[in-house]
């Protein structure tokens, strides 16, 4: 009976207890997810929830998507009375620098095909910019990327049927670049005297029906399927730092027409093999690669061990009776801080 009275007392105390505590901290909002700023390629100036959800396998699935609207149109392809890309890309970075600076929280800003220049041209505005938001609070992300692909060779060169002059910024934010291997828009031969390389390049970008269009795919390619020899990260001087991913693709978009005609696979592989390292030297990144040197001590070549123990006792050089730290293993290991 005693126990009963007990528990019923101490049971009623800790209930008081949690609702005080409950009434009485305040609530915190934490915001587990960014808000992604998303524009679409050409000729698609809206693009619905769902599509911007599958971008990049789901890249964006757990954060607030938000469309940015631009004209999304390049004359003459658009038509006679169609806006220049220029023209539709001054729509654009209006568009998404508003987004940018109303938008409270972390963002990431995404920019796919043509729409990925104007991501160019804000980061560009904001580098030049003191009110510019925080490099923690903003990223970049760029799919197939003209400006760093086919329009790399005329880079800050106007092109008058465009109306527009490519560039790419150096800017303070975190970039991630993708781009699927062999994209002619994207992922253009830096070495253009390939003239292979240079055609399944143009093939590869989709505008030439009943080819395989590379530049399309990589809009929904998984990045955490990209190997780890196709990811490359460099840092500016202003501390931003940009993640390359090249989208591989195993077979040649020259090649797809004879699959697709009816060629038995055997000759469409075997020629595939033939020709893709001879598309692969139009890229200068699949160049081989000097050898890492070794690490750690190494034996002395044969002469200089048999002259180290011919040396006499006497004429060696002393030891030094101060203790040397090693530097290099003494220092911290820094991890770069995942971005986007």
């Known amino acids: 009976m005693a126990f009963d009275t007990w528990a019923r007392f101490?049971?009623?105390?800790?209930?008081?207890?949690?609702?005080?505590?409950?009434?009485?901290?305040?609530?915190?909002?934490?915001?587990?997810?960014?808000?992604?700023?998303i524009l679409s390629g050409n000729d698609y100036p809206v693009i619905d929830?769902?599509?911007?959800?599958?971008?990049?396998?789901?890249?964006?699935?757990?954060?607030?998507?938000?469309?940015?609207?631009?004209?999304?149109?390049?004359?003459p392809e658009s038509g006679p009375d169609s806006l220049t890309l220029g023209e539709s890309i001054a729509v654009g970075v209006d568009n998404l620098d508003a987004a940018i600076r109303s938008t409270p929280?972390?963002?990431?800003?995404?920019?796919?095909?043509?729409?990925?220049?104007?991501?160019?041209?804000?980061?560009?505005?904001?580098?030049?910019?003191?009110?510019?938001?925080?490099?923690?609070?903003?990223?970049?992300?760029?799919?197939?990327?003209?400006?760093?692909?086919i329009l790399a060779g005329f880079t800050g060169v106007y092109l008058p049927v465009l109306n527009y002059t490519p560039t790419v910024p150096e800017t303070q934010y975190d970039v991630t670049v993708v781009t699927g291997e062999y994209d002619g828009f994207g992922d253009w031969p830096d070495r253009p005297w390939n003239l292979l390389a240079d055609l399944n390049a143009f093939v590869g970008t989709g505008t030439i029906p009943g080819f395989e269009s590379v530049h399309y795919q990589s809009i929904w390619a998984d990045l955490s399927q990209v190997p780890a020899e196709n990811i490359t990260t460099t840092t500016n001087a202003k501390g931003g730092t940009t993640t390359t991913y090249v989208v591989p693709t195993a077979e040649l978009p020259l090649l797809r027409p004879l699959r697709d005609n009816g060629v038995p696979d055997q000759v469409v592989s075997a020629l595939n093999a033939f020709l893709k390292p001879i598309v692969d030297a139009g890229y200068s990144r699949n160049d081989p690669r000097p050898p890492r040197p070794p690490r750690g001590p190494q034996p002395l070549p044969p002469a200089q061990r048999a002259a180290r123990v011919d040396t006499p006792k006497a004429l060696r050089p002393a030891r030094s009776a101060h203790k040397v730290t090693n530097v290099r293993h003494s220092r911290q290991r820094s991890i770069p801080a995942s971005h986007r």
Request: glycine residues 12%.
């Open 49 to 75: 929830d769902a599509t911007m959800a599958a971008i990049l396998g789901g890249y964006f699935g757990g954060d607030t998507r938000v469309n940015i609207y631009w004209p999304a149109q390049t004359w």
């Open 105 to 149: 929280g972390p963002k990431v800003a995404a920019g796919i095909s043509g729409s990925s220049q104007i991501i160019d041209e804000e980061m560009r505005r904001l580098a030049a910019d003191p009110h510019a938001p925080g490099r923690d609070e903003l990223s970049f992300v760029v799919i197939g990327d003209a400006n760093r692909g």
């Open 10 to 37: 101490t049971g009623g105390a800790v209930l008081g207890l949690a609702t005080v505590a409950a009434l009485s901290i305040p609530s915190v909002d934490y915001q587990l997810t960014a808000t992604a700023l």
